[in-house]
């Protein structure tokens, strides 16, 4: 039975005891917004300011990020905020007016990738990105069918959240969408992971002709991050891609989760395997909290969406949003941060495993950099996800200030995405207090 990921970590309310002023802010929220918005943990938090890997409660207590993929360089990066500040006092426009800013990024942006990839357009978010790569690829293409992986997300616009399936089951698919089983290398029945996805995707694109539907594109996270954290074996997604282009579509490479060095082995999650994408999609990391995301592609595939169709952002591009982003790609490599995501990413994947040995409900550990998964069992030998005590672990991490998730079609995966400049001794808290909830955990 496939378990509701989206409520795995979220707030229930009367499920546990709150103090009167998580009551009270909990009681105005829900007056004020609405039903629809969910919040993290057991016990909500209340932060009030934030500082590299850190963020502080209203009491001053600080916990530990190891989740916040937005902020990725950092809570408060003091280069990010005096580019955006600077900025703000210069001058803010819109991509329909000339502005050198804009042009510089996208050429600094664009140098990073392979030199097929040579046009960039801008837009706020990771779902409008995701939105304005599905219309490139229709009109590229002539098709409508889109093959996802089983809990993937990749936004919340109408045409994109019917093509998310971890937001749960009341949010429908489209008839146009076919998913696949995501590439399990813990439970693969063969062993052979690009083998088993190369057929998964090629069955989709079956399924999609005998119904008449003439397949767009092919779209996954380098690092499978809603789908349980599955990072390899590297090279694996190189079949897929092929019978994607064999059947007339496009592959978009959704960067959002696993681009801008997060997984340590380069600065783009699709990189690690070798393949070439259509189109690229950024969004959260890019700003680190300023809103700024993109589609970046190979010019052909732009061709004929720039011939019929306009396409304008009033905020995608403006002059601030490419300072906060350059301010960002200069961190990341000034600062050495896709290395030390590879260096402490290991040390912290090092550590996980150390703890699978003393710990029988760790079933697997996986990742890559700073982007890590821990797989949670009632039962190693059969290999039993236990969404429960994944929740309990999360919550109890909580408890002990360090801010961690849970993700996979079974809601068993501990989600684990420190920021890039975390250091060893972070690690080691992290480490620690994991250790900590576990031992407590088991002797309850």
Partial sequence: MKTDTAMINAFVEGAATLDPSTAELITRRKKLLGPAYRLFYER??????????????????????????????GHGHPKVVEAVSR????????????????????????STMPPEIGHLMFTCTGSEANDLAVRIAES????????????????????????????????????????????????????????????????????????????????????????GVFDGPAGFLK??????????????????????????EAMWG???????????????????GHPVAGVAGRPEVFAEFGRTARYFNTFGGNAVAAQAAMAVLNVIQSEGLVE???????????????????????????????????????????KTADAEKTSRIVNGMREERVLISACAKSANVLKIRPQLTSTRAEADFLLGKLETVLLRQADE
Avoid at 88 to 99: D, G, I, K, S
Wanted: hydrophobic fraction near 40%; charged fraction near 15%; charge should be negative.
């Fill in 239 to 264: 079949g897929a891609v092929k019978a994607i282009h064999d059947a007339g579509g496009l592959y978009i490479a959704d960067e959002v989760q696993s681009g801008f060095g997060r997984t340590g």
């Fill in 87 to 110: 900025q703000m006092e210069t001058l803010t426009t819109n991509t329909r007016y000339l502005h050198d800013h804009v042009l510089l990024y996208a050429d600094r942006l664009l």
């Fill in 270 to 288: 699709f990189q690690r395997h070798g393949v070439l994408p259509d189109l690229v999609t950024m969004g959260k990391p890019m700003g680190n």
């Fill in 44 to 73: 909500p938090v209340h932060f009030v300011r934030g500082e590299g890997a850190w963020l502080y409660d209203a009491e001053g207590n600080a916990y530990l990020d190891a989740y916040n993929n937005v902020t990725s360089i």
């Fill in 340 to 382: 030390n995501a590879q260096s402490v990413g290991a040390y912290l994947k090092d550590g996980f495993r150390a703890l699978a040995t003393r710990h029988a409900a760790v079933g697997d550990v996986r990742g890559a950099g700073m982007f890590l998964g821990v797989e949670i069992v009632s039962n190693r030998a059969a």
């Fill in 140 to 227: 590229f293409t002539g098709g409508t069918g889109i093959i996802v992986t089983e809990t993937a997300y990749h936004g919340v616009t109408q045409a994109v959240a019917r093509f998310s399936p971890s937001l749960g089951q009341n949010v429908a698919l489209g008839v146009h969408v076919r998913t696949v089983p995501a590439p399990d290398s813990y439970r693969s029945a063969t062993g052979d992971i690009a083998a088993e996805f190369t057929t998964h995707v090629q069955a989709a694109i079956d399924d999609l002709r005998r119904h008449g539907i003439k397949p767009a594109l092919f779209i996954c996270d380098g690092i499978f991050a809603s789908d």
